[in-house]
């Protein structure tokens, strides 16, 4: 495969250097959903004085290809001032969305306290293959200010056959002063003038209390990625106000409560959670968390219930999920959506293993249980 001998020539670069030690980890993983298996080589280590090298390559999937999602070189000042990344990476700049790209990225530091992003490149097409005129730019200058916040703004632009299919500008701007915080985050879609990605939080903490005024605006194209029932369900295009509190209770004792407020085709509805985060040991390794939640979505609201505890032992460690929802309106899809999620883990030396099993009853499945198996291990060459 091209891209696994892509990979192999970077990694056999660092191998040859000095400057710091090569690192490799293998990651081979079976599912039970289509059936799929894949073999996930990653790597990075030094080339020469101030330029290393990075790669993550996926060789073999339910396709029977391969596939590289990450490989770059990367050269970097020794005082991180300044840094060049080549090859295929993810960019970020700002409140922008992060890109996958062919191409080259950079970021300096410079006087008077600014700091200059630039990224370039073709959007990564699976296979190393390319599509002519496809091709995407954006950067972003930000200044600090002081040692207490920052203020910057981002653009990107992105076509597709030589369409342009993206235009936006990013602003973000964060400050600490005191108990007192403030972060902003907005993106306009410049194609069509509109506030497309919006967060506002402002934070307070009184000792082992910290309270949060937040606002949020979020269009379909920037929803964040699914990662249990509730964040299929609660993660929508909406717009939302709220009010949280973050109470200390206890050295391992973590409570949380939120209400707010969400708006969607202009109609208001209640959306609202608490949590309790009990610690079973004092570095966090082990938890047990349970949530309530409501979220009012008009024709589609839903309360829901949450628990989950994760236990280390010795080598090995335990977690189970467990998320039960009742909707609002039946409309033959049931009247109680279970989700669950049961894992074991464990470590030996050099070694790692996991394996976890996924059931779930959804507005979309039925039933479905995804199994995953997952092994590997780390080399580091001198």
Same mark, same amino acid.
Do not use: N
């Given at each position: 495969?091209?891209?696994?001998l ?5 990694l056999?670069?660092?191998?040859s ?8 980890r293998?990651d ?5 959903q289509s059936?799929?298996g894949?073999?996930v080589?990653g790597?990075?280590?030094g080339?020469?004085?101030?330029v290393?090298?990075?790669a ?11 596939d590289a999602?990450?490989m770059?070189?990367v050269?970097?000042?020794?005082d991180?001032?300044a840094e060049v ?7 970020t700049a700002g409140?922008l ?6 191409g080259?990225?950079g ?5 008077a306290?600014?700091d200059v ?6 959007p990564?097409v699976p296979?190393?293959?390319?599509r ?5 730019a954006?950067?972003?200058v ?7 916040g920052?203020v910057?703004?981002?653009a990107?632009?992105r ?13 973000d701007l964060?400050?600490?002063r005191?108990?007192q915080d403030?972060?902003?985050?907005a993106?306009?879609?410049?194609i ?6 919006v967060d ?5 903490r009184m ?8 606002g ?15 964040? @299929?369900?609660? !993660? /929508?295009a909406?717009d #939302?106000?709220g ?5 200390? &209770? =206890? ?6 409560a939120?209400v707010g ?7 208001f509805?209640?959306?609202a959670y608490c949590?309790?985060?009990l610690?079973l040991d004092?570095a ?6 349970g ?13 829901g219930?949450?628990l989950?505890?994760?236990v280390p032992?010795?080598a090995?460690?335990?977690a189970?999920?467990?998320?039960? @929802?009742?909707p !609002? /309106?039946?409309?033959? #899809?049931?009247?109680?959506?279970p989700?669950?999620? &049961? =894992?074991?883990?464990?470590t030996h030396?050099a ?12 507005p979309a499945?039925r039933?479905?249980v995804?199994v995953?198996?997952q092994?590997?291990r780390r080399?580091?060459?001198?």
């Amino acid at each position: 495969m091209r891209a696994a001998l892509t990979v192999a020539a970077i990694l056999a670069l660092a191998a040859s250097a000095h400057a710091e030690p090569l690192r490799l980890r293998g990651d081979a993983l079976a599912s039970a959903q289509s059936p799929v298996g894949l073999l996930v080589l990653g790597g990075d280590g030094g080339v020469a004085p101030g330029v290393s090298a990075e790669a993550l390559v996926w060789m073999g999937t339910d396709t029977e290809h391969g596939d590289a999602l990450v490989m770059a070189v990367v050269a970097r000042r020794a005082d991180r001032r300044a840094e060049v990344r080549l090859g295929r990476l993810i960019a970020t700049a700002g409140a922008l969305r992060p890109q996958h790209v062919d191409g080259v990225a950079g970021r300096a530091r410079l006087p008077a306290r600014f700091d200059v992003e630039a990224f370039g490149g073709v959007p990564v097409v699976p296979q190393l293959g390319v599509r002519a005129w496809d091709w995407l730019a954006g950067g972003r200058v930000g200044r600090r200010l002081g040692d207490w916040g920052g203020v910057g703004v981002a653009a990107l632009e992105r076509r597709s056959q030589g369409r342009l299919d993206v235009r936006e500008v990013g602003f973000d701007l964060s400050a600490a002063r005191g108990k007192q915080d403030l972060a902003v985050r907005a993106v306009l879609d410049a194609i069509d003038p509109t506030l497309a990605d919006v967060d506002a939080v402002v934070t307070r903490r009184m000792g082992g209390l910290r309270v949060e005024l937040a606002g949020q605006h979020r269009v379909a194209s920037h929803l964040l990625p699914a990662t249990s029932l509730f964040t @299929v369900l609660g !993660d /929508v295009a909406s717009d #939302r106000v709220g009010a949280a509190v973050r109470w200390k &209770a =206890a050295p391992r004792l973590d409570l949380a409560a939120d209400v707010g407020a969400r708006a969607i085709d202009e109609e208001f509805a209640a959306d609202a959670y608490c949590r309790a985060v009990l610690r079973l040991d004092d570095a966090g390794k082990g938890a047990i968390t349970g949530e309530l939640r409501r979220t009012g979505v008009v024709d589609g609201g839903w309360t829901g219930a949450r628990l989950a505890v994760r236990v280390p032992r010795g080598a090995f460690t335990a977690a189970l999920e467990g998320e039960l @929802v009742v909707p !609002d /309106v039946d409309r033959g #899809r049931g009247t109680v959506w279970p989700w669950g999620l &049961a =894992a074991l883990g464990w470590t030996h030396g050099a070694w790692d293993a996991a394996m976890a099993v996924e059931a779930s009853s959804t507005p979309a499945d039925r039933y479905r249980v995804d199994v995953l198996a997952q092994l590997g291990r780390r080399w580091e060459v001198p």
